[in-house]
T-cell receptor
C-alpha cells in the first residue's frame, strides 16, 4: 500500500541555517504530496502541496519539489527562524485509491536555536 | 481559527468507560476525517465520512465508531477504553471526497487521557 517515510528527528539548527527534511514515498497511483506543520499544542496546518511530477510547492520560504523519478518530496528552507520550530509531516493523498485520505509520515521535529 | 471545531479539548476518563468526541467541519466542507495521533504510532487514519456516508475506513478498532449527521458534524465514539487509547484525536475536513485539490483543514484536536 501507499506509505511515506521521513527522516528521523529531532533536527536542531541555528537561526539562519539551511534546512532539509527528507521525505520519500511509495504509491501505486499518482498521488498528490503535502507538507503539514504542527506547532506545539495546535493542530496540523497545510504548509505546501504539489499535485503532479515536477511541481514545486512553496510557502513562507519553504519549498518542496515533486520528484517522481526518485519518489521524493524533500522540504527545504534557505534560512530558518526560531518561529519555524515545530513538527513537520510529509503526506500523500491518492484520490484513486483509498478514498483520497491523507497518509502521513512519522513527523520530523525541528528545533531552531537563536 | 481553522474553521474546524473540536470539542472537548481535553478529556480524562477511566478505563472501561465510553466517550464521545465531536467535530464541526469548516463551512461548506462535506468530508470529515478522523485521525489518531500517538507517540508510538504517529498519525493514523481512522475513518472518513462524506455527506453523511462512510467512505473509507482505516485502522479503526471495533470498540470505536463514528457517524456524520445531517448538519455534517461528526462524532467519534470510543468505548471500553484502554490505557493505550490515550492519544490526540484530530478531525479534518475538506470539500470533496479526495484531498488533491482542496487540501485538508484540521481542528486543534481532543487530547484523551485514559487513567
Amino acid at each position: 500500500g501507499n506509505s511515506v517515510t521521513q527522516m528521523e528527528g529531532p533536527v536542531t539548527l541555528s537561526e539562519e541555517a539551511f534546512l532539509t527534511i527528507n521525505c520519500t514515498y511509495t504509491a501505486t497511483g499518482y498521488p498528490s504530496l503535502f507538507w503539514y506543520v504542527q506547532y506545539p499544542g495546535e493542530g496540523l496546518q497545510l504548509l505546501l502541496k504539489a499535485t503532479k511530477a515536477d511541481d514545486k510547492g512553496s510557502n513562507k520560504g519553504f519549498e518542496a519539489t515533486y520528484r517522481k523519478e526518485t519518489t521524493s518530496f524533500h522540504l527545504e528552507k534557505g534560512s530558518v527562524q526560531v518561529s519555524d520550530s515545530a513538527v513537520y509531516f510529509c503526506a500523500l493523498s491518492d484520490p484513486y485509491n483509498q478514498g483520497g485520505k491523507l497518509i502521513f509520515g512519522q513527523g520530523t521535529e525541528l528545533s531552531v536555536k537563536p | 481559527d481553522s474553521g474546524v471545531t473540536q470539542t472537548p479539548k481535553h478529556l480524562i476518563t477511566a478505563t472501561g468507560q465510553r466517550v464521545t468526541l465531536r467535530c464541526s467541519p469548516r463551512s461548506g466542507d462535506l468530508s470529515v476525517y478522523w485521525y489518531q495521533q500517538s507517540l508510538d504510532q504517529g498519525l493514523q487514519f481512522l475513518i472518513q465520512y462524506y455527506n453523511g456516508e462512510e467512505r473509507a475506513k482505516g485502522n479503526i478498532l471495533e470498540r470505536f465508531s463514528a457517524q456524520q449527521f445531517p448538519d455534517l458534524h461528526s462524532e467519534l465514539n470510543l468505548s471500553s477504553l484502554e490505557l493505550g487509547d490515550s492519544a490526540l484525536y484530530f478531525c479534518a475536513s475538506n470539500r470533496g471526497i479526495g484531498g488533491t485539490n482542496y487540501g485538508y483543514t484540521f481542528g486543534s484536536g481532543t487530547r484523551l487521557t485514559v487513567v
